[in-house]
């Protein structure tokens, strides 16, 4: 009998296998969609692919979307930063995701669920001059997204380092406040800045620690804790012509 059930269920293990392996076989190219890296430095509002867009926004600076503006061409109601940019932010559509679903495509469900950079979910922004012109781009890691997701946040860092070659980086450790410690053996509060190709002025901030009050386990209960730590990275482009002394 007990050798029935393993043949049984051999048999139905390989046939699950063998229809995944069809049905990615059958799945097609993946549709084109535009991406934070088709939103450029010198565009224009009014260049940017806003059709595979969703959610334009004024930006809150890493936080929630704050007033609805519906296209990029009404920067101007957001209010400027102290750098004088109006704040942006988008999402990506998520038709395709629900195309992906629909037709139970799972690699393009994977490709095209969420806002995402480098597989991590992130928040997204333009920055905009008084003009209407592109001088700066917002990516940070979202602090909404689930602890796994938050715990690999970190690795942007090096990967966002190696997009921009490893060699000419600026870096200074940033203080800890009171009650700021190491996580899982690390601590990290890094702001690192590049000039990069005489064009662009690279900024790349990262955080992983655990802030004061914060735990691996519970005081109480000894039982451990989910999503108790700190695990972000920014990373914001401007153009030259943007103050460093006002971000």
Known sequence: MLRVVIVVLGTLTAFNLSALAQNRQTEPDAPPRANIWDVRIGMTSGQIPEHDF???SCGT????????????TNFSKCPPEGTGLHEVYFAYDDELEYWARA?????????????????QPVILSALFDGDGIVKGIRIISDARADPQQRLAAIVMRRRFTGRYGEEGWACEDLPPREGEKPFRRQFIKELCTKIYKDQLRVR???HYYQKSGQTTFDPHTGQPQQGYFESTVRLELYHLSVPVDQM
């Open 54 to 56: 969703i959610d334009i």
């Open 61 to 72: 600076n890493g936080g929630p979307p704050s007033i609805l503006i519906d296209s990029f």
């Open 103 to 119: 037709n139970e495509y799972v690699t393009w469900i994977a490709i095209y669920s969420g806002t995402k950079v480098m597989d």
């Open 204 to 206: 790349l901030e990262s």
